[in-house]
């Protein structure tokens, strides 16, 4: 059973252009976490997803950034017209329901020029 | 809200010592807790899972407590390596919504 998959794992982008990661669950999993991590820092909440359904967006900025989880395949985070501050890790986790562990992804590194 | 802080940022020990990383969080309603490891540009690997209701874990060299009710963890690590080199993250589930809280880190380096 393949674990939590990210792509890609390394993202450049020119400030105001789009950011597009993508996070495929681990198989049975239903329940999608994004987090983020900036620099020197730890992770931080940004949106809890289940199938076609945004659970918690407490966590996500109010512009510029969203999140989906279609019924078929991965949840998506998109952001447009990144800018320098977006620079971070972004990662997803999964799991069956809402009550079980959480299975962590490698991340995806976004580096904003 | 909940507040999650590690103490401290940063440690370095001879390989062979035994070490404690604190936690401590703010909201005592938490669903568990969890130590992570996190290797440089890599993701987390968990290391231990405590329960609520628990109040230790064990897994090998590693032993944490849970007191909740004085909103605080530890991470003791026995005859430490230097591959236990890396940055241990603690983070708290959240009760209602299954969302983490992190900490910020202990970045940790053991000197051979």
């Known amino acids: 059973n393949a674990g939590v998959m990210q792509n890609p794992r390394h993202l450049v982008r020119r400030r105001g252009q789009e950011a597009r990661l993508r996070c495929s669950p681990m198989?049975?999993?239903?329940?999608v976490y994004w987090y983020r991590q900036l620099p020197e820092e730890g992770l931080k909440f940004m949106v809890y997803?289940?199938?076609?359904?945004?659970?918690?967006e407490s966590g996500m900025p109010k512009e510029r950034f969203s999140a989906e989880f279609p019924k078929e395949g991965p949840s998506i985070l998109r952001i447009q017209q990144v800018v320098r501050g977006d620079s971070a890790a972004y990662f997803c986790?999964?799991?069956?329901?809402?009550?079980?562990?959480?299975?962590f992804g490698p991340g995806t590194r976004l580096t904003v020029l | 809200k909940q507040e999650v802080t590690q103490i401290p940022a940063a440690l370095s020990v001879p390989e062979g010592e035994n070490l404690v990383l604190n936690c401590s969080f703010t909201d005592s309603a938490i669903y568990n807790l969890q130590w992570f490891r996190q290797d440089p540009g890599k993701g987390l690997t968990s290391l231990l899972l405590?329960?609520?209701?628990?109040r230790e874990q064990t897994s090998g060299r590693l032993n944490a407590s849970l007191d909740k009710s004085s909103g605080r963890s530890t991470l003791y690590i026995a005859a430490s390596q230097p591959g236990d080199s890396a940055t241990y993250l603690c983070a708290v589930k959240d009760k209602n919504f299954n969302k983490f809280y992190f900490g910020s880190g202990t970045k940790l380096n053991v000197k051979p």
């Open positions: 198989k049975g999993h239903s329940h």
């Open positions: 986790a999964s799991s069956r329901d809402r009550t079980d562990t959480q299975y």
């Open positions: 997803l289940q199938k076609e359904n945004i659970i918690d």
């Open positions: 405590i329960q609520s209701s628990q």
